[in-house]
Nanobody
Framework: QVQLVESGGGLVQAGGSLRLSCAASGRTFSSYVMGWFRQAPGKEREFVAAISRGGGRTSYADSVKGRFTVSRDNARNTVYLQMNKLEPEDTAVYYC????????????????????WGQGTQVTVSS
């Protein structure tokens, strides 16, 4: 079992930055692929970023490439999402997700591939 708790959301002006954190319970964090997803009002949940177990491979949605960076600290059981140059379109509830992976280079970019989810943190970008 993995429990995930996100933090770091808030209200920011367009062009600003936020860093989201997701703290995971358990002693096998380094065995899990981690992902970030978001859901805006009236829209489906969408993929934002993912990172492999050791952090060597990452994947991003086209809409955030060059602005967002996903990273992880396996010693602290934490994954981060650094968000720069935020736009009003980035406004959403952001969720982190985890799933066990046997291979170190694996990552997942579809929500159905993840079995563990946090409760979400609100990010609001004002224009």
């Amino acid at each position: 079992q993995v429990q995930l708790v996100e933090s770091g959301g808030g209200l920011v002006q367009a062009g600003g930055s936020l860093r989201l954190s997701c703290a995971a319970s358990g002693r096998t964090f380094s065995s899990y692929v981690m992902g970030w997803f978001r859901q805006a009002p009236g829209k489906e949940r969408e993929f934002v970023a993912a990172i492999s177990r050791g952090g060597g491979r990452t994947s991003y949605a086209d809409s955030v490439k060059g602005r967002f960076t996903v990273s992880r600290d396996n010693a602290r059981n934490t994954v981060y999402l650094q968000m720069n140059k935020l736009e009003p379109e980035d406004t959403a509830v952001y969720y982190c997700a985890a799933e066990f992976a046997r291979n170190s280079g694996t990552y997942y970019d579809r929500s159905r591939e993840y079995g563990y989810w946090g409760q979400g943190t609100q990010v609001t970008v004002s224009s």
